[in-house]
């Protein structure tokens, strides 16, 4: 090769090294999603949901069914101290439950009153009605199927006896307190209830981290339990884990303790079931799709 090809060949080397080629730096957000970005994830969950095999579905609604039942728990043995006042002691008893929650969102599972929030994707038209109610019933009975397992397993491991008897007291009393209250009642309770829980599901789609979540769904879970609000998935380990208390012999002096029966369970559950879908698919789901649909037109035009 000529001096004067080799330094042609050296030129063309230079410039070639010095166009490197440009490296994205990947970008990331600390911030929570916006509303708007929350309910595309909402909705796109939902059609993943439709999407599950029933098997899986229904083992998925069995941990949702037993991580309830285990926050459900906590509450009764927090709240079975007889030194703590009223007010504090809703207080912690609510801290204690949302135990439940937040093994559901951050381990994965499928919950009956959270899935309320599908009904988005109804009005969205991203399924079916048939699809809905498949999951809907599939999810129900799972989370049922759940929480009477975790009763049996407690009713054998003999939970009930803790702090001389007063756990087994205090569930006799907590299930009666959910049956006495006549129909209407129990179903406006269920709204409310369902109405917080499915905001704190949707603070737990906007969050970014494990630590988000948790910190997000605290207040509105807590809010809730301390306010006396009717949570069905609750009431399936709450009702049938007072029941069994009261088979056992404990709670025998506690007002109501008569109601406690299985037509009762059936009663409080009929009400709080309706009143949270109506609460967390009316009041939740319809309204924030409704809001961001009207911007996303907005938008277009």
Not at 250 to 262: C, E, Q, S
């Amino acid at each position: 090769m000529t001096p004067q090809k080799q330094t042609a060949s050296q030129t063309q080397l230079a410039g070639q090294k010095t166009e490197e080629p440009k490296i994205p730096v990947p970008i990331f957000n600390i911030n929570a999603l916006n509303p708007a970005e929350t309910e595309a994830a909402v909705e796109n969950a939902g059609v993943a949901k439709t999407q599950l095999s029933g098997g899986k579905a229904f083992v998925s609604a069995m941990f949702a069914g037993a991580f309830i039942g285990f926050g459900a728990l906590f509450f009764l043995i927090v709240t079975s101290d007889p030194a703590m006042t009223w007010g504090p002691k809703r207080f912690v008893g609510g801290l204690a439950f949302c135990m439940g929650l937040v093994l559901v969102l951050c381990c994965g599972a499928e919950l009956f009153t959270g899935n309320s929030l599908m009904a988005s994707d109804i009005a969205a038209h991203k399924i079916s009605w048939s699809a809905l109610a498949k999951n809907w019933v599939i999810v129900w009975f799972g989370n049922l199927a759940g929480a009477l397992l975790l009763v049996t397993l407690i009713g054998f491991a003999g939970t009930m006896g803790l702090n001389d008897g007063a756990v087994g007291g205090t569930a006799v009393a907590t299930a009666a307190s959910k049956i006495t209250p006549d129909w209407f009642t129990l179903f406006f309770r269920g709204i409310l209830c369902n109405i917080l829980v499915c905001l704190a599901v949707r603070i737990g789609f906007s969050a970014r981290s494990v630590g988000d979540k948790v910190l997000g769904i605290l207040l509105p879970i807590a809010g809730f339990v301390a306010m006396g609000f009717e949570h069905c998935v609750a009431n399936m380990f709450f009702l049938p884990v007072g029941l069994l208390a009261k088979t056992l012999g404990f709670g025998a002096d506690a007002a109501g303790a008569d109601a406690v029966t299985v037509q009762g369970i059936l009663y409080n559950l009929s009400a709080a079931t309706l009143g949270n879908i109506v609460g967390g698919a009316v009041f939740v789901a319809l309204a924030y799709w409704f809001v961001n649909a009207k911007k996303d037109a907005q938008k277009a035009a």
